[in-house]
């Protein structure tokens, strides 16, 4: 069963490690995390761009088809079906179709409207026990078309959102999607320290996960970072698989080509990276 992701953020902040959120594509992302996930004893969170939802055929077949996966594999560890930089229109739609975690991205709206907005979907999530992430300051880069500013969060307007009931909070403090270019400057720990000073205990939300150094990501978790998304490094591996097995011409030998062969590469390749996250997050036998 599906499980809203305020519990396990809650235990996250209080055990001081982080929760991965891997964003799923088909159904052979969505397997390769559930069972590395469950292998592992780790709380998991699936995370869905609307892109990806629509890649899906929309967000109640992704729902039907991860609810059915956790029945069919034996899930066990909580699992939570999370809209990622979510319109407000979309995370409506998400709510509608069954999602336990719902994120309003609302950042690139001026503070008010930022407000106005997340308050009610805060409302909406929460009559039905989803819980809601929102955006303060932008995440660098593009992902699924959603092009952000990498503006970095004012720490006051962060507590003006978080003081809205939300359950996590996203915040820019200089992180991008997408892989981190040379000249990158790094995290702006001091936003961060500044920030997890006036909201708390609120778990905060650390976007764009691959490729910081991972010296970052436990002084992150250590200043309150709860939840870390990472979309990017499966991607590369799994094309960096698939590719080795088409150039290498395995789809060539007897019935290679099965996409249920072609596929199993770069899928297994996706569950060494959850687990690599997973060890160095520090969820593994945590569910």
């Known amino acids: ?44 969170i699936l995370g869905v761009s609307e892109g990806a939802g629509k890649y899906m055929c929309g967000y109640k077949t992704v729902t039907a088809m991860v609810t059915a996966m956790l029945e069919e594999l034996n899930i066990t560890i909580p699992v939570a079906l999370h809209l990622d930089h979510g319109s407000y229109e979309g995370a409506k739609k998400a709510l509608e179709a069954g999602f336990s975690s719902i994120m309003f991205d609302g950042s690139h709206y001026n503070i008010e409207e930022n ?22 300051g932008a995440i660098g880069g593009e992902e699924d078309g959603v092009i952000g500013s990498g503006e970095i969060a004012d720490p006051n307007e962060c507590k003006k959102i978080a003081d809205l009931g939300i359950d996590m909070l996203a915040a ?38 691959t490729g910081i150094p ?19 490094e499966c991607q590369l591996a799994f094309a960096d698989a698939t590719r080795k ?43």
């Open 115 to 136: 407000i106005e907005k997340t308050k009610e979907i805060v409302a909406l999530c929460h009559s039905k026990g989803v819980s809601v992430e929102a955006e303060v």
């Open 245 to 287: 097995y088409v150039e290498a011409g395995k789809d060539l030998e007897g019935k290679g080509f099965d996409p249920r062969k072609l596929l199993a590469p770069g899928t297994e390749g996706i569950k060494a990276i959850v687990k690599e996250k997973m060890e160095i997050f520090g969820s593994i036998n945590k569910a």
């Open 172 to 209: 820019g403090i200089g992180n991008i999607h997408g892989k981190y270019p040379a000249n990158w400057a790094g995290l702006s720990f001091e936003t961060l320290a500044k920030i997890k000073e006036l909201v708390g205990d609120m778990p905060i939300v650390l976007h764009g996960g």
């Open 214 to 232: 991972e010296e970052m990501i436990k002084k992150a978790i250590s200043l309150g970072v709860a939840k870390i998304n990472v979309n990017t």
């Open 1 to 44: 069963m599906l499980v809203s992701a305020e519990k396990m953020l809650k235990e996250a902040v209080a055990g001081k490690y982080a929760v991965g959120h891997f964003n799923i594509n088909n159904l052979e992302w969505t397997k390769a995390i559930l069972l590395t996930a469950q292998e592992n004893n780790s709380p998991v």
